[in-house]
């Protein structure tokens, strides 16, 4: 089989590790790919988001089944483009129809859709434009702190926790009037939950679903969870406050009523759902729906795979994953992300990565790389995921830690503390 995986980052060089050591994996392409997914696969230099040129290059190649990994082009109505061309009826593609993407590309349309199923998640209100008094006055009858979202997508920008009421004031008024573009027009305010949070991930074809690895990420930049917001700075699978009581509420609260909502609003769905959850006195509640796999979740959930991805991921093109059975390794997978000095804010491009020859006992995940005059170069924020499997998360982790000290770039930054919490 020809697989085409859309996307440049680590989630797509995990995917690409992972379908790769499928047996019925003959012809592998990523586009655009990066410096790592070029030692296993062939890097195409096309955008996700570039629907005919995808659809030449799917028709060359004879691709068998494309692998969406970003949100942009499923939010753009990419599963729509390929199931409505009769030239390419014939291609598998994973990632929902852009209806069922608006899971989470409207964060508006997510909580009605959560309504409507009864799945547990936060209270709250949205707000147009032309509604901040409104808004305003929702505000000030919660309690700090004050929880706002760009109903839109914001490239992972467009929530605010503010524990100020006039702060929170100001900046919705800045978010109707577009601080995040279109993004923010429509607004979404919430109550608080305090909890640990935690990350749940499903196949599915639409109507049944394997249930993927449990895992939890780091955002913030700082030590201790402080700091700004970022892509990701490392994740812990599995997590050891997800007990069996936690994760059988999570499958009979959030999990089977999401899919059974898929079928009965009979979306084209087979894809990746992603349930970001917290834990709140006991229960499960969805804070978030993404319709592909997070980062850098993605980096510790399948290493934890036993069983052929490839497999599951046809199953699920084809309608059939009820006859899927996943296996799951009982060992631990820890990541530890390597970004660039200033990140999340602005930051330097084009340092070289020096020691990737000298890893051992870990998988690295090229986040943001380029290949130059065969030098590996960094080319974003989050530059390498160095990801290790262990008995246990201490042993994964000083596998990890080992990792990236072993690598060297210009400004690397990591944290010291993922798994601290746990």
Not at 34 to 39: E, I, K
């Amino acid at each position: 089989m020809n697989v085409l995986i859309l996307g440049g980052g680590g989630r797509e060089h995990a995917l690409a590790w992972k379908i790769k050591q499928s047996e019925n994996c003959e012809g592998l392409f990523v586009a655009p790919g990066n410096a790592g997914t070029a030692q296993i696969a062939q890097n195409i230099a096309l955008s996700p988001e570039d629907f005919p040129a995808l659809k030449q290059f799917c028709l060359k190649e004879n691709i068998q089944l494309v692998v969406v990994g970003p949100e942009a082009p499923l939010v753009a109505g990419i599963v729509d483009f390929f199931h409505q061309d009769e030239e390419l009826k014939e291609v598998g593609i994973i990632g929902p129809d852009k209806r069922a993407a608006a899971l989470e590309g409207s964060k508006k349309y997510a909580k009605e859709f959560m309504a409507k199923y009864e799945i547990p998640t936060a209270a709250y209100k949205s707000f147009n434009s032309d509604e901040l008094a409104e808004a305003e006055s929702f505000l000030e009858s919660l309690n700090p702190p004050y929880v706002l979202k760009a109903d839109g997508l914001a490239a992972g920008k467009g929530v605010l926790i503010l524990e100020d009421l006039a702060e929170a004031k100001a900046e919705t008024a800045a978010m109707l009037k577009g601080k995040f573009g279109e993004a923010s027009k429509t607004l979404v305010i919430e109550e608080f939950l305090g909890g640990l949070e935690y990350s749940v991930f499903a196949i599915t074809d639409g109507k049944n679903h394997l249930v993927l690895p449990v895992a939890k990420d780091y955002k913030r930049i700082g030590e201790g969870d402080t700091g700004l917001n970022t892509g990701g700075m490392g994740a812990v699978s599995p997590v050891s406050f997800v007990d069996d009581t936690l994760w059988q509420r999570t499958l009979e609260e959030v999990v089977e009523p999401t899919i059974k909502g898929l079928s009965e609003e009979n979306y084209d769905y087979a894809g990746f759902v992603f349930f970001g959850l917290i834990e709140v006195k006991g229960a499960p509640k969805v804070i978030e729906y993404n319709v592909r796999m997070g980062d850098p979740e993605t980096e510790v959930v399948l290493p934890r795979i036993k069983s052929d991805l490839l497999s599951h991921l046809w199953a699920a093109a084809e309608g059939n994953i009820a006859n899927e059975k996943i296996e799951i390794s009982s060992d631990f997978c820890t990541t530890v992300m390597a970004v660039s000095e200033g990140y999340p804010g602005s930051y330097p491009k084009g340092k070289e990565i020096t020691g990737l020859n000298n890893l051992s006992d870990c998988i690295p995940f090229h986040a943001g790389t380029k290949l130059a005059d065969g030098k590996v170069l960094s080319a974003g924020g989050r530059v390498i995921a160095l990801s290790a499997m262990g008995a246990n998360k201490e042993a994964a982790l000083a596998k990890s830690y080992a990792a990236v000290k072993t690598i060297c770039f210009e400004g690397i930054q990591y944290r010291n503390d993922i798994g601290f919490d746990l």
